[in-house]
């Protein structure tokens, strides 16, 4: 028992062998943390189905060992006595190479988690083409709380540096204003999602067309005219866009409006108007084309005819085709479109 005594004062009282001792217990302290956040950690992400989280802790595995030794290391460096200057030294190289390792694995877990997102059909924000910039914004901002503690293990103030990086942030925000409302812009709408790649979209200003390209500044559409129009994000937020493709799926309903006279058979009217529309190869079977009866007209009956077509693009040549149909028959078949007419009566001379 004595020797156990004396062994613990010579171990306690001699700086160079109680550093020694500390690094050792730090390293059994680190594997043994290491063991048992692998096996506690490893048990919860077993019951869960995706391999996000296995990844993660196996990444996370190595970062937490030399995390907890590089502590008992500074920890012995303090006990060591050594000179103000070596002890200073050596604590920042120790903090600085743990912030540098968690760098390091941070990046990996935002590459790897954005890489996962851009798999789940939930997902609107994260997309192929916009996938590098936010691995690259993620990147700089862990790379900048990194620089941070960097700098504050080395007991060196960066408050000027912090006011000065204010100040350039303020005066790039108002040089870029309308890049960076853009910006934002385009990151709301692809949250949001009003639209996708490949939808068929009418403008306010009354152009129609895909939708070939969605970006952070702008987004790019078809016309029909095969016109490719660039429009800033900014501008497609407070505007008002129909989505022609959105819903269930593609097809729309098309309204047709027509007047026919008053002395028409109208049940034979209806009859044409829904032969010719089925007629169509645009014009869906299922659900069937109708004539609805709207009103009582100044100059006529007024009706309408409604049909579904599969795609929006088709809307211009179908109508175009159902029109000259309608006009063909109704000569035919002596069916009158009434229009408005002027009697023009001439004072007689007296």
């Known amino acids: 028992m004595d020797h156990l005594v004396d062994y613990y004062n010579l171990v306690l009282y001699n700086p160079a062998l109680k550093s020694i001792f500390i690094v050792l217990l730090s390293i059994i302290s680190a594997k043994v943390v290491d063991i048992i956040f692998t096996i506690v950690f490893k048990k919860i992400v077993d019951k869960t189905d995706t391999e996000l989280d296995n990844k993660i802790i196996y990444l996370l595995h190595r970062p937490i060992f030399y995390s907890v030794l590089f502590v008992g290391i500074i920890i012995a460096v303090k006990a060591a006595s050594l000179p103000e200057y070596i002890d200073f030294a050596l604590i920042g190289v120790f903090k600085t190479l743990t912030i540098l390792i968690w760098f390091f694995v941070g990046t990996k877990i935002l590459v790897i988690s954005t890489d996962w997102a851009t798999t789940r059909k939930s997902n609107r924000l994260f997309k192929k083409n916009t996938l590098p910039l936010f691995n690259n914004l993620g990147k700089i901002t862990i790379g900048l709380f990194a620089g941070y503690f960097i700098f ?115 049940d034979e009217v209806r009859s044409i108007l829904n032969e010719i529309a089925l007629k169509n190869e645009d014009v869906l079977k299922n659900p069937k084309p109708r004539v609805r009866f709207r009103e009582f007209a100044d100059s006529g009956l007024r009706l309408q005819l409604l049909f579904w077509i599969h795609k929006p693009e088709v809307r211009g040549k179908t109508v175009d085709l159902i029109n000259t149909e309608i006009y063909k028959t109704f000569n035919e078949k002596n069916i009158l479109i009434p229009f408005p007419t002027m009697n023009v009566v001439m004072p007689k001379d007296k």
């Open 152 to 266: 504050l293990s080395w007991n060196i103030n960066i408050n000027g540096i912090l006011a000065s990086a204010g100040v350039l942030g303020v005066v790039l925000g108002l040089a870029a204003k309308d890049t960076v409302a853009n910006f934002f812009a385009g990151i709301f709408l692809m949250a949001d999602s009003p639209f996708k790649e490949g939808d068929y979209i009418l403008l306010d200003s009354g152009e129609r067309g895909y939708v070939t390209k969605m970006g952070l500044r702008s987004t790019r559409f078809m016309t029909r005219d095969d016109i490719e129009i660039t429009i800033p994000n900014s501008v497609i937020a407070s505007s008002k866009i129909v989505n022609e493709s959105g819903g269930p799926g593609e097809s729309e309903r098309v309204r047709i409006t027509l007047q026919v006279s008053y002395n028409t058979d109208i």
